[in-house]
């Protein structure tokens, strides 16, 4: 059964802009801050939108040429032909999938649970994961319902996140301190390899906090106009989170002196603080927790359609394409990365190490894997028939995928072997599992 197409073009834009904001942006700039050594750190959030841009080009041409539910793995499997290549990197992205987008929402309940700790003070580490698990099972429980309750739902979520976003920016416009904003320490535009390090340890917070602009083409088959509204709401939630990012990085640092800052500081709490008082912070700090709510919702919903396309392709297991016999959504998904997402939840604590390893397994099969699979099939179906043409082909893919590759190599050791061990492993699952279906098939 088809499902509906019923998300509108403003619905597609919030999905995008709520999934993109989340908690990331709340809990990274002061470490973005830190990274960087100084105001120069608005540089890294510039950095990570212009890879955003250039890699939804990518992202819009495959949507609107393919716009079905699954995204990454229905462009893999139709870009490098639905044979042998096909089959093999549409299933290492199911496999990433698995546990990257497992490890994405644990980050934003994680960062959820870091956030909480401004209203109450965890006397022990179990509270901290409770909290942290708990919130992903109230997400799963919002989620269970008809897609159109859904869409209406994140315009009214998407108020909120522009709402809080507002206020902050707009306590900083009005508190600014253009001393303390653009007072720069003596090195920071030496162009050398700490300098570059910082920008690569910067932007992987900056990247990590734009993630999401794509989240429209997990939900393709329920797009309204697709070949349209896929990139529109792309470049459209970009263009509005980049002025978004920078007006409040500057809003930090006109009115909290960066050599205060901390890595994972309670940043925009400690602003409303000084400004308006603790009561004002409390305030904020509740919004932040609402926002990142909302960041979850729409993770959950759009990655819950990637094993539903594969399972309806006969490329994963089957239970997994069964939907709601009333409510019309693929229910299975959805309940199996809640579990798994709860889990990652309480297992890990420290947010960077979830950061680095959600980078790193993206990096080679999903976003460069892609790009490489947009120009071949751009040669084998011909530009004139794509519904959406990117500008300057193919020099944004160029720059994307020259970006994404210098983003893997400047990671940690650790987080490189994780992200190259998870593919070396489903390399093996996969022609383990051929093996096994050729021997039934043979019988």
């Avoid at 734009?210 to 697709?226: A, K, R, T």
């Avoid at 959406?388 to 190599?409: E, H, N, R, S």
Wanted: charged share 10%; proline share 3%.
């Amino acid at each position: 059964m088809a499902l509906e197409r019923k998300i509108s073009l403003p619905q597609a834009t919030a999905l995008n802009m709520i999934d993109m904001v989340g908690i990331g942006p709340f809990i990274v700039m002061s470490s973005v801050i830190v990274s960087m050594g100084g105001p120069q750190c608005i540089l890294a959030w510039a950095a990570g939108a212009l890879l955003a841009f250039t890699d939804a080009f990518v992202w819009s041409e495959l949507g609107a040429a393919m716009p079905e539910a699954g995204g990454s793995y229905a462009f893999l499997r139709e870009t490098y032909g639905r044979e042998k290549w096909g089959k093999l990197m549409s299933f290492l992205f199911i496999w990433q999938t698995i546990f990257q987008a497992s490890f994405v929402v644990a980050s934003g309940a994680i960062g959820f649970s870091k956030n909480f700790e401004y209203l109450y003070h965890f006397d022990a580490l179990w509270q901290k994961k409770l909290v942290a698990g708990g919130i992903v099972l109230l997400v799963v429980l919002a989620l269970y319902r008809k897609i159109e309750t859904l869409g209406k739902l994140s315009v009214a979520m998407w108020v909120v996140v522009i709402g809080t976003m507002g206020w902050i920016i707009i306590t900083g416009a009005t508190h600014f301190n253009s001393s303390l904003a653009f007072t720069y320490p003596t090195n920071a535009f030496t162009i050398d390899w700490n300098w570059f390090k910082g920008l690569g340890d910067s932007m992987q917070y900056t990247v990590y906090a734009f993630l999401g602009y794509y989240n429209v083409c997990h939900l393709g088959s329920e797009i309204q106009n697709p070949q349209k509204n896929i990139p529109r709401s792309m470049f459209i939630s970009v263009a509005l989170i980049t002025v978004l990012y920078c007006a409040m990085q500057l809003s930090v640092l006109g009115i909290i002196p960066w050599q205060e800052t901390q890595k994972d500081q309670f940043i925009f709490s400690i602003l409303m603080e000084r400004v308006y008082g603790h009561t004002a912070a409390v305030v904020v700090t509740v919004l932040i927790l609402f926002i990142a709510f909302t960041s979850l919702f729409a993770v959950v919903l759009g990655y819950s359609r990637i094993p539903y396309a594969a399972a309806l392709d006969g490329n994963f297991f089957k239970v997994f394409a069964k939907e709601h016999p009333e409510k019309k959504f693929p229910h299975i998904s959805l309940l199996v990365f809640g579990g798994l997402s709860v889990v990652l939840s309480v297992v890990f604590n420290d947010l960077k190490p979830v950061v680095a390893i959600i980078l790193t397994m993206r990096i080679i099969v999903q976003f460069i894997g892609q790009s490489i699979g947009l120009i071949l099939y751009r040669k084998r179906v011909g530009a004139k028939n794509m519904p959406y043409k990117m500008w300057l082909y193919p020099l944004p893919i160029i720059i994307a995928v020259g970006v994404w590759f210098w983003l893997f190599t400047t990671r940690s050791y650790e987080a490189q072997a994780f992200g190259a061990g998870m593919i070396l492993l489903g390399l093996c699952v996969y022609f383990f599992r051929s093996t096994i279906n050729s021997k039934t098939i043979s019988e």
